[in-house]
Nanobody, 122 residues
Framework: QVQLVESGGGLVQPGGSLRLSCAAS????????MGWYRQAPGKQRELVAT???????NYKDSVKDRFTISRDDAKNAVYLQMNNLKPEDTAVYYC????????????????WGQGTQVTVSS
């Protein structure tokens, strides 16, 4: 069974840094796009950053100069380095992967992690 497991969330002061990690496990033949989304209380889930299999990245405007997404295909993993964090970055962060796995008969499907809380507060 394909699973995405996130780690690295926590409480940090404004201006601080955190690094989120997400690893995909299970029978996987190919991973296309990996990304991070977030959802703050009372708000809709929004895209933070994505990276495709060629390494092309896409960022939400408000995080472009502060966050960096990367991936390690040997580990089926994606990372989000978050610097200069602001209170408005507080949210549950979700890992996402567009991949082909045995679960769906090798058809492309979107998988989600369980989420990790990031709280930016003094």
């Amino acid at each position: 069974q394909v699973q995405l497991v996130e780690s690295g969330g926590g409480l940090v002061q404004p201006g601080g840094s955190l690094r989120l990690s997400c690893a995909a496990s299970g029978s996987i033949s190919r991973i296309y796009v990996m990304g991070w989304y977030r959802q703050a209380p009372g708000k809709q889930r929004e895209l933070v950053a994505t990276i495709n299999s060629s390494g092309r990245t896409n960022y939400k405007d408000s995080v472009k100069d502060r966050f960096t997404i990367s991936r390690d295909d040997a580990k089926n993993a994606v990372y989000l380095q978050m610097n200069n964090l602001k209170p408005e970055d507080t949210a549950v962060y979700y890992c996402n992967a567009d991949l082909q796995g045995a679960d769906t008969g090798w058809t492309r499907y979107d998988y989600w992690g369980q989420g990790t809380q990031v709280t930016v507060s003094s």
